[in-house]
Every structure is written in structure tokens, then in C-alpha cells.
């Protein structure tokens, strides 16, 4: 078995968790694969040596057929995870070394049992829809799509950009604001919820349109089908306006036109546990907090 492992720095409190996780691999005879910085800080900083089979450096080797891909940080980790497995198919597995962890659900409570869960294949996968973001200017390069949202906002403080856009060829509106979100399922409790979005259950085929302090306050978040071409174009008129892909930002000059579509792949989303969204919205947005339930 061949699985996959990226990672961000964590604090001292998740070092004992990691080695366990490590050494659990290596009583089940699996070949790992790291990402060289993430080996390089658990070596320097962790002071343990994990025994790996190889390094990658942001891209997996193409010749190696991978079981399963391990992210070990935040949501933020999962994100640039999804970038690396990109059209594998590879299922991605989080374990949370942060705090709110909507995709990085697995924390240091539960880690050795999903693990094991893993490894001896009690679980289902979530097949999570991208987005793909096209552009008369080729800001992306070949990393063009997001799982959780593609965003325009303004690079100044003083003026609103103006955006107009499009479903399907149809207007929508024009958005005078700070700036738009179009948001997947997934995406929905991320950026898109603190700008006033629905959250939306992630086997739901639609996208979410939400604009960012919009100056009209009539204008409200809109829902579409994943089908939906979305067109915006940009007529702001600041000079360059901030794109962004997930993590991913961008400069982008004015006037351009930009496309995007539901993505022809899916990212697989290891779920380990029985209703495993839900429960998490329970718990990170604090609903089980009324005690009549």
C-alpha cells in the first residue's frame, strides 16, 4: 500500500499524535511518500525521523499508484492537498492540527482509530465537486480549479469594484461591492458563509453566488445549478482587481472576462464516521449548545 502525506508546521502538542500515526504505518508495512518541506520540519523541529519510501515536492510522481492521500494541518492544508492530488481520484484523508476544521475533521482523539478504520477499509467516499476557472489572462497556469470558492475582490480600500455577471449566457446582475464569491457545496461554510451565504449539503448540485458588502443591501446570496456557465465580467475601475482560487490569489487586470464551470473531476473526501457532515456542523458551529436537544 502506497500513501501519500502533506502537511504544514504544527505546535508541540500534535507531536506525539504524528509519531504514533507514523509508527502505526510502519507496523502495517505501507510505503510512505512526504512532502520533503513537511519531512524537513518534522525531522528538525519534531526531532523524529520517519521512515519513508520517498519525497515529492508539490506534485506527485506520476509513476506511483497512490491508496490514499494524508493531510495533516487545518482546512488550508486540505485545500492545497486537493491541488496536489488534483485529478488522481486519490482519496484524501484530513487530520486537524487546527481549530475549526470543517474537511480536517480527524483531531488527536480520534486519529489512531480513523486510522486504523483506513487501513483495513471501513469507510466511504465523498465525491466533492471543484469548480474550473477560465481567463483571457492565464493567471492560474494549469491549477485551475478550487474545491471551495473562487473569489474577485478589490485591491483598494477606497473604491468598490463593479462586476457583472452572467448564468448561462443570462444577466444576473451587476455587483457594485468589495468583491464576489462563487462558491461550491463544500465552500459553503467557508468564506461564503461569513459574507452572509447558505450552507449548502455538499451532495447538493448547485453553486453559490455571494457577493462581499454589496452596496446595494437588497441584493442577497443566489443559488444556481451546478450547470450553470458563470460569466463575470470586470469593469471596475481600479487598475487590478485580487483572484483567488482557494488559497490561491492573484492579480488580474481590469476588463477581463472570466469563466467558470463545474470542474470534469471530483475530489474523493474519505468519510469514516455515520453522518459525518451534519454532525460536524453540530459541533463547529456550536448547534448542540441548547439544551432542549
Known amino acids: 500500500m502506497n500513501i501519500a502525506i502533506y502537511g504544514r508546521n504544527f505546535g508541540s502538542s500534535f507531536s506525539g499524535m504524528l509519531i504514533q500515526l507514523f509508527e502505526e504505518l510502519k507496523q502495517k508495512d505501507v510505503d510512505i511518500y512526504i512532502d520533503k518541506?513537511?519531512?524537513?520540519?518534522i525531522t528538525s523541529?519534531?526531532?523524529?525521523?520517519?521512515?519513508?519510501?520517498?519525497?515529492?515536492?508539490?506534485?506527485?510522481?506520476n509513476e506511483i499508484k497512490f491508496d490514499f492521500f494524508l493531510s495533516i494541518g487545518g482546512d488550508g492544508t486540505f485545500l492545497?492537498?486537493?491541488?496536489i492530488v488534483r485529478d488522481r481520484e486519490i482519496p484524501i484523508l484530513g487530520f486537524n492540527t487546527g481549530r475549526l476544521g470543517f474537511l480536517s475533521y480527524v483531531n488527536s482523539n480520534n486519529l489512531i482509530w480513523a486510522l486504523k478504520q483506513?487501513?483495513?477499509?471501513?469507510?466511504?467516499?465523498d465525491k466533492r465537486m471543484l469548480l474550473e476557472v477560465t481567463c483571457d489572462e492565464e493567471f492560474y497556469g494549469k491549477n485551475n480549479f478550487c474545491l471551495n470558492e473562487f473569489a474577485l475582490q478589490k485591491k483598494s480600500r477606497l473604491n468598490m469594484i463593479k462586476l457583472k455577471v452572467y448564468a448561462n449566457d443570462n444577466y444576473i446582475n451587476t455587483y457594485w461591492s468589495d468583491g464576489l464569491i462563487i462558491s461550491t457545496p463544500t465552500g459553503s461554510t467557508a468564506y461564503s458563509l461569513s459574507c452572509g451565504g447558505p450552507i449548502v449539503a455538499p451532495h447538493s448540485d448547485v453553486l453559490v453566488i455571494t457577493?462581499?458588502?454589496n452596496h446595494n443591501l437588497t441584493v442577497r446570496p443566489l443559488v444556481v445549478s451546478a450547470d450553470s456557465e458563470i460569466k463575470i465580467m470586470i469593469e471596475s475601475n481600479n487598475?487590478?482587481?485580487?483572484?483567488s482560487l482557494d488559497y490561491r490569489a492573484h492579480s488580474i487586470k481590469k476588463s477581463n472576462e472570466i469563466t467558470i464551470n463545474k470542474a470534469k473531476?471530483?475530489?474523493?473526501?474519505?468519510?469514516l464516521f455515520e453522518n459525518t457532515y451534519f454532525s460536524t456542523l453540530r459541533s463547529k458551529l456550536m448547534w448542540g449548545t441548547d439544551l432542549r436537544n
Do not use: Q, R
Open 118 to 125: 483506513l487501513l483495513s477499509g471501513e469507510y466511504t467516499l
Open 239 to 243: 487598475d487590478k482587481v485580487l483572484a
Open 80 to 83: 492545497e492537498s486537493a491541488t
Open 37 to 41: 518541506d513537511f519531512n524537513d520540519f
Open 265 to 271: 473531476f471530483n475530489i474523493n473526501f474519505v468519510n
Open 45 to 61: 523541529k519534531v526531532f523524529y525521523h520517519p521512515e519513508v519510501k520517498g519525497v515529492f515536492e508539490k506534485e506527485l510522481p
Open 211 to 213: 457577493p462581499i458588502a
